[in-house]
Structure formats: structure tokens, C-alpha cells
């Protein structure tokens, strides 16, 4: 059974940095597209990047593009999340996911929840 946890979650300050970790449990990464996703209360989960099987192609939404950057490590069987100049409207619940098919299920915001793998989440917290 494939299992996603994340860790590195915390309070920073407005203009900090962290990173966040995803390490796959029971599956072989590269064999994933994965991606990290945001949410916050009374709002959907926000896809904020993705990562194909090799790392060659990622994307960003908007909201994070220019500050955040995903990465992975597929000897390590791990994704990371680069967050920086972080923000308050940063703060949130923040997900990794997992799905052996890059395609709709990432593409199309109403297919998030039929992605495979989910991991239970890590809280950041930015303020002063």
C-alpha cells in the first residue's frame, strides 16, 4: 500500500522560507507524477505545482509562481517543496499527492479528488 507523508510544515515569518518533504512509502516514485497541493478553511484544495515522473516538466499556479519550486528525488523516494518569500495568505493545510497518469485528474480541478495517493498534511503557518 502506498503511503504519502509530509513533514516540515510550521510558523515562519512574512518574507521566510521553508520546505516542505514528501516521502513515498510502499511504491517506487519515479513511477508517479506528483504535486503539492494547499487548502485552506472554507476554500477548495489548490493545486500549487506539479512534478512529472523525471522532474524535465513542472507547473506552478499563479499564486506561488516565481516563489515556490518543486522538486524530487527518486532514489530517495521523495518530492520537496521550496517555499519562499512567504506570505499570510500562504498559511493553510498543505498536501502531497500522487497519481501513476499525468492527466485530467491533475489538469482539470474537479478531477483532484480521484487522484490516487493523498498524504495526511502538513500545517504552515506564516505571521508575524
Known amino acids: 500500500q502506498v503511503k504519502l507523508v509530509e513533514s516540515g510544515g510550521g510558523l515562519v515569518q512574512p518574507g521566510g522560507s521553508l520546505t516542505l518533504s514528501c516521502v513515498m512509502s510502499?511504491?517506487?516514485?519515479?513511477?508517479?507524477?506528483m504535486g503539492w497541493f494547499r487548502q485552506v478553511p472554507g476554500k477548495e484544495r489548490e493545486l500549487l505545482a506539479s512534478?512529472?515522473?523525471?522532474?524535465?516538466?513542472?507547473d506552478y499556479s499563479d499564486s506561488v509562481k516565481g516563489r515556490f519550486a518543486i522538486s524530487r528525488d527518486n532514489a530517495k523516494n521523495a518530492v520537496y517543496l521550496q517555499m519562499n518569500k512567504l506570505q499570510p495568505d500562504d498559511s493553510g493545510i498543505y498536501y502531497c499527492?500522487?497519481?501513476?497518469?499525468?492527466?485530467?485528474?491533475?489538469?482539470?480541478?474537479?478531477?483532484?479528488?480521484?487522484?490516487?495517493?493523498w498524504g495526511q498534511g502538513t500545517q504552515v503557518n506564516v505571521s508575524a
Open positions: 512534478i512529472r515522473y523525471s522532474g524535465g516538466s513542472t
Open positions: 499527492a500522487a497519481d501513476q497518469t499525468w492527466g485530467s485528474s491533475w489538469l482539470n480541478p474537479r478531477g483532484h479528488k480521484f487522484l490516487e495517493y
Open positions: 510502499g511504491g517506487t516514485l519515479s513511477s508517479y507524477a
